[in-house]
């Protein structure tokens, strides 16, 4: 049977000849993101041929000159295959969006809950009464000046101890963290191991990113972000939370195996130790980390949505399951709603709301699901709307992530010339949310879609009538519907009438807001003014507006080094006012206005 | 393959034809004493075939009436075999000693650190902020006088939170302890389950007791015991230390084969879950637990003699391997010593040093190692001798445990006929300890031995002195062999030296002591008068010498049942003063003195 390797997770499976090589990478768990359902349309499961030939289904899309073939319309032949999975794994270049300014977020002292204490043991004396346990724990009430309620040592720590006290004449370096007066030893290694590392996780809907870092200097080692592979099992948090009722486990497994091969990537990749990382913390929304835990979710979306937990309590590695030493602390940044999770109020650390500042603040996380603070040093209102994955390229015919060959600008001129752009100049593979956005902007403008983003009769030749939904041609193979732009109004709206009722709950317009800070992948190419155009942001002087990047790791990272800021992001969590928007009276009013281009009311972009 | 069937374990495995029975009990894991190595001699292995034939050794014993032969002499057929070990398990019939007056040790109020509530959850409600989580602790902290400092739940419980909290209307039973001022969720469960189990274990180097016991009322609803599995892998406690120095895993996983083994028979047979069983108490000696956790006991043998760890950090069943509910806290008695361990810290709550007493009482449990207190409420000193296996049946050519058949009373007339006494009047077929003695001490007191137990020259024609070590013959079968009364010498010379050695060091005499108690499986069928004939215990009046049976087992009992006995035992560890004998001056002269009949200073047992 020919052997397939799938990289650069370099997973290796036998596979049938001439069976179809999405089972194969199914097989290998490998993720490979096939919304279309495998029908060649989407072509987001686009990989290259590293070696080997395989079979093409004629008439597919390829790109014989770059080896790229999609892995929905490919069977394997009867030899050795190597691909690399394009769609999936990113690292430090920079494919996902989480590049930004390290030094700008690194504003605090380093300063994590787990510390690294050098010691030196009594040694064993005849009739002393005293146990290896024992001495240490002397050790460690003469050396701190703590109160010290308990020493809890786990039993893995403690079955090796008697060799760990005797190898190096009692001096030993220990591994611990305070909780309350307790302190919880996490380790006893040898003086000489001098890396320590901690790993900050966030758990998307979408995708996962793995900060790993080192603990004693804050640096980070490297980062890398992979699809959740929980995306076979439904797009968005509702349809996860209806696969959990039969499927939890898989569910579980499937999200621990992605932060698991991160982990191991970046600790092969960096020569880490995995049982040298001590410490770690995850932000995720409320569903997720349900998930994550195996927490039964059923009850975050049906009335009076009720999550099982909101502040999850430390647990240690093995019991999460994430393969880093097993006595490392995980801690989770809190949420505090159904749909208001410890991914935003991670974000939160990232804007004024966690200083002491009267300047209000709007703090847009935009992915699948919306989630939205409004709020200064006196208030914080928080809500989450579904904007749905159109900002991600979902829902989207031709709809793709940020990534190469994205088109992320367009513009046409009065003749119909079209100009495109697409990330890192790449010949375009389809368009991704800040494409759309300046897709429907741009033909909005220009008169080809009415507010209602129907099709004008301009350029009628560009537009493909025969029937429904009608398509306008962007290049020769990639277009936009009605129906795409239709969920592009859909998602702009709910975003927007979801910050109107907000302001409103807080007697407060637009105008009242000092800043709006926008965290979420779409935003890195997002153009403000085309944002404008269609409604998704109001008409605020652009210097106003400040993108984030990915927030929710950001905040994740700051936790996992600064005492400080974990204690802060549980202060945010108690601070914040849930609005549940199904709730709210005006809000319904507030969306169907919002359906528009750019909205019923213009005044507001004026 | 003949398939052979185990019982009373009933555990069943493929065996070849033609191979050693003794083969496939190892291989089925089915624990069977084998001291003579398989010779045919001791007759330790002795088994009954309930069905199926087998092929036994021309000339090895058999007792074909009862259809007994010895498993180490026995090829399988070519057919199907069921056999009973008994020689292994023992149940509350009553085989092994550890059968005694329940009504007497259970003078103490039943109060169990782990103890069960019942709680009225508040509704789920809308924009209440409050999770399913929260809902739980709210109600709690509602509920509790005590400061609660934290809750901690075990992420299986909060796993499965959403459902428990809905599924009878908020109202549940919540198992909890409390450990300083923090509350530990063992389970939460249907308030309609009314019964919740403990159970105390005792480890001992050769046997293993479990008692399953009902944490609400204190009754023992079954008791168990069986040999201790890692017998296989050497019968003392310093083979064993050095055995681990390659397998410690093996060792470990080993006694938890027969604890759990034991727990599953005892649920089954009672129809009890085992996820019901909410706490485990365990007494053990210092090596048996260091086994068990799989802590490296190595040093625990070598000076100083520093064992990792005397009081046992309370850690969870899962993390121990002990097959009950996986979040039950099991707690272990204290050590004091490497060989003065938890199983006599737990005997001696069932002595008056747990009481505010002034007499001054001697504490004698009598296993393979022979640990002494002295004490009263001023003092305790302790002490640990090697007894061998003598008073257990070991190292005697004909020595078996006291169970059915063993000799455990023997007279002679000056004419030279020769009366017995066995277990259940069965048919003799070995020596038990004390049977030993008894034959010792008549043998003694009818000059057919002299001070230094070489055989005199009275009934010539009852010892066989074709070669060294002479016999003597006890019946037509069974021998004692003047090897067999050296090592009986050495051991009564190793207890009563430690006893004298501990009387010494507080300047006392026997005369001083109140009263002596006796634990320990072989002081059941113990004939006292004997014992002062060999010099074993000294000559004291018979109503100051009480036996308690296995004091360890029900010590752990009582740790189990009585949070105040818990704390009880902790002070009496913290009372004793070990006494190292190798480093006691005056114990080898004191041991030299007592390696004759009775003792060299005969003064001592006028």
Redesign the interface.
């Known amino acids: 049977m020919p052997k397939i390797t799938f990289m650069p997770q370099n997973i290796i499976i036998e596979a049938k000849t001439a069976s179809p090589l999405l089972e194969a990478a199914r097989l290998a768990g490998v993720s490979v993101e096939t919304p279309c359902g495998g029908k060649g349309v989407c072509r987001k499961c686009l990989v290259k041929i590293i070696s080997g030939k395989v079979d093409v289904k004629s008439g597919s899309y390829k790109n014989s000159k770059e080896n790229h073939v999609l892995i929905c319309q490919t069977n394997i032949l009867d030899e050795d295959v190597t691909i690399e999975i394009l769609s999936g794994l990113y690292g430090e270049e920079g494919k996902f969006d989480d590049v930004f300014d390290v030094k700008k977020i690194n504003d605090f002292t380093v300063n994590p809950i787990v510390k690294q204490i050098d010691l030196q043991i009594l040694k064993?004396?005849?009739?002393?009464?005293?146990?290896?346990?024992?001495?240490l724990e002397k050790s460690l009430k003469l050396k701190f000046s703590e109160i010290i309620?308990?020493i809890?040592?786990p039993?893995e720590i403690?079955?090796?101890?008697?060799?760990k006290l005797?190898e190096n004449d009692g001096k030993v370096k220990m591994l611990y963290y305070f909780e309350?007066e307790n302190l919880n030893i996490i380790d006893i290694i040898n003086i000489e191991n001098t890396n320590i590392y901690g790993i900050a996780i966030d758990i998307g809907t979408t995708t996962v990113t793995v900060w790993i870092v080192d603990l004693i200097t804050g640096k980070i080692i490297s980062r890398k972000t992979d699809y959740n592979a929980q995306i076979e099992c439904g797009l968005d948090i509702i349809t996860r939370i209806n696969y959990a009722q039969k499927n939890l486990n898989e569910l579980q497994s499937r999200i621990l195996n992605t932060i698991n091969n991160l982990i191991k990537i970046i600790s092969d990749e960096n020569k880490i130790n995995i049982n040298r990382i001590y410490y770690a913390s995850i932000a995720g929304n409320t569903t997720m980390i349900h998930l994550f835990?195996?927490?039964?979710p059923?009850?975050i979306r049906l009335?009076?949505?009720?999550?099982?937990?909101?502040?999850i309590?430390v647990?240690n590695a093995f019991?999460?399951g994430i393969k880093i030493n097993i006595n490392a602390p995980v801690k989770f940044a809190p949420?505090?709603?159904s749909y208001v999770g410890g991914d935003i109020t991670a974000g939160a650390l990232c804007t004024p709301l966690c200083e002491d500042k009267n300047e209000i603040i709007l703090f847009l996380d935009i992915g699948t699901n919306g989630e939205i603070l409004l709020g200064n040093n006196e208030f914080i209102l928080g809500c989450a709307c579904s904007a749905g994955p159109a900002f991600e390229g979902g829902g989207i015919e031709f709809g793709m992530r940020a990534s190469q060959g994205a088109i992320d600008c367009f513009n046409i001129s009065e003749t119909g010339e079209i100009t495109i752009k697409t990330i890192d100049n790449a010949p375009p593979v389809g368009i991704c949310g800040s494409g759309i956005i300046s897709i429907v902007g741009e033909m909005f403008e220009k008169n080809i879609i009415d507010a209602a983003g129907r099709f004008t009769d301009k350029f009628p030749d560009k537009i493909k009538k025969d029937k429904k939904p009608y398509k306008f041609y962007i290049t020769e193979n990639i277009t936009i519907s009605e129906a795409d732009i239709d969920n592009l109004i859909r998602a702009k709206g709910a975003i927007f009438s979801a910050c109107r009722t907000l302001l409103n709950n807080m007697g407060l317009a637009f105008d009242d807001i000092d800043k709006i800070y926008i965290a979420g992948g779409f935003g890195r190419y997002l153009n403000i003014e085309n944002a404008k155009t269609i409604g998704l942001l109001p008409n605020i002087p652009p210097e106003k507006i400040i993108y984030l990047g990915n927030t929710s790791i950001i905040g994740a990272y700051q936790i996992l080094l600064s005492e400080e800021k974990g204690k802060k992001v549980m202060e945010i969590a108690d601070r914040i006012t849930?609005i549940?928007l199904s709730?709210e009276s005006g809000y319904m009013d507030e969306y169907l206005g919002a359906l528009f281009l750019p909205h019923t009311d213009s005044d507001l972009f004026k």
Chains 1, 2 share one sequence.
Do not use: H, M, Q
């Open positions: 064993a004396a005849p009739l002393d009464g005293l146990s290896d346990f024992d001495r309620k308990s809890k040592i039993l403690l079955k090796t101890l008697p060799l005797r309350n835990l195996g927490i039964i059923e009850y009335d009076p949505y009720t999550p099982a937990v909101f502040k309590p647990f019991e999460t949420s505090v709603g849930y549940d709730n």
